[in-house]
């Protein structure tokens, strides 16, 4: 089948490795004129380890990404809160979670893309995308105008032109935050412990670490802010340094290690759950479909998600377009808008709670069970894979 993808992020390259190794003919347009990784780093829990083993790229990872045991939270002050043990999530699920810097994963995604023999084309900004007969088409500025059999639009949460073919009324919405990113490397140890990501809770504010060595991190610092004012041009790495001068010294620590030319500043938006992520032979799929909040902890993950799902359905009906992504949508949907709903949830306590709720968040987080909590993560992260339990019936596809 002749398969065009919009756009070269995680959820695009993945797609397009998958379906090119089931021997479809697939070419890749990315608006940007050359690779470039939004965000600093993710961390890819067992759910998005399984589809990257599958796809032969677990050693790989392995080489560039750290191994975290354990996730502890804090208040704004470095007061403990409570602690989650991913080693005992990771037990559950039968697969590692792992820390990599965003540019990594995606240099191992487009040096596998390069194997299986597909090219991204670079600068190809989309204008519009149609449907005539059983083809659909994009057409670029640049005047010119592609066709194909499928044409999946993983062309982001904001801007993508193929959501507005599928879905003309869904827009990204702005949840109220920011997000300061930002990359910390020394030549001296940089945290105490390269196995433990950290979490700082604020009132209207958030400081997360995610070590991959002890000397190599990223971060990222939220704060609540009006969409007006993230829109102000400022410079963010004095931005970010102002809001977080009083945090403990760790905080400050990896701010001052990181290169201030790097630092991003990022208007969290998110897509309002919708199952409607197909239009004739045209397909969303990652944050073009499902965009949740950094919150989540989930966006890669699904996006990976996705592309391992694609290539079955389009397996099991090969004869059955509509079927395959209506199948793909029906198997995806619940799983992603439940994540959507549940990081809206949290970001809601971060960031927009009174000072009584913030102490009631937090004292919710002491009391809670964490083997509890490690389990309802392990549940909710293996839902529709044949991961950490055993295999039901619509998850028997072929490896």
Not at 96 to 108: C, E, I, K, P, Y
Not at 159 to 187: C, K, M
Request: charge should be neutral.
């Amino acid at each position: 089948m002749e398969i065009v993808i919009l756009g070269a992020g995680v959820a695009g390259v993945a797609a397009a490795i998958v379906l090119a190794e089931l021997g479809h003919d697939v070419r890749i347009y990315e608006r940007r004129p050359r690779a470039s990784q939004l965000g600093a780093g993710v961390t890819l829990w067992p759910n998005a380890c399984f589809v990257l083993e599958r796809l032969g790229l677990l050693d790989e990872l392995r080489a560039v990404s750290g191994r975290p045991s354990t996730m502890q939270r804090l208040d704004w002050q470095g007061q403990p809160i409570a602690t989650l043990d991913i080693a005992l999530l990771d037990a559950r699920l039968g697969a590692a979670t792992h820390t990599v810097l965003r540019r990594d994963l995606q240099r191992m995604l487009l040096t596998r893309l390069a194997a299986v023999g597909v090219a991204v084309s670079y600068g190809w900004v989309a204008r519009e995308v149609g449907q005539h007969g059983a083809r659909a088409w994009v057409s670029f500025e640049s005047g010119q105008r592609v066709e194909s059999e499928l044409l999946l639009g993983a062309d982001g949460r904001v801007a993508s032109v193929a959501r507005h073919y599928v879905s003309p009324t869904l827009r990204a919405t702005y949840q109220g935050f920011v997000n300061w990113v930002g990359i910390a490397e020394s030549d001296s140890p940089l945290v105490g412990d390269a196995g433990t990501i950290l979490d700082f809770w604020g009132a209207g504010t958030r400081f997360g670490i995610v070590p991959i060595t002890d000397r190599l991190a990223y971060w990222a610092g939220g704060q609540a802010m009006s969409l007006s004012r993230a829109a102000v041009q400022v410079d963010p790495a004095a931005e970010v340094h102002s809001t977080f001068a009083a945090w403990p010294p760790l905080v400050r620590r990896l701010l001052a290690e990181s290169p201030s030319h790097s630092i991003r500043k990022l208007a969290i938006h998110d897509l309002d759950p919708s199952p409607q992520w197909f239009r004739g032979h045209v397909l969303l799929i990652g944050d073009a479909a499902h965009a949740s909040l950094p919150t989540s902890g989930q966006g890669a993950c699904q996006a990976l998600e996705d592309a391992w799902h694609l290539g079955r359905c389009l397996h099991a009906h090969s004869a059955d377009l509509p079927g395959a992504l209506a199948a793909f949508t029906q198997l995806r949907y619940q799983k992603t808008r439940g994540l959507t709903l549940s990081g809206r949830q949290l970001a809601r306590s971060l960031f927009h709670g009174t000072p009584e709720e913030d102490r009631q968040r937090d004292a919710d987080a002491r009391a809670a069970n964490s083997d509890g909590l490690a389990q309802a993560m392990a549940n909710a992260w293996s839902a529709g894979l044949p991961l950490g339990s055993p295999k039901l019936p619509s998850q028997q596809h072929p490896q």
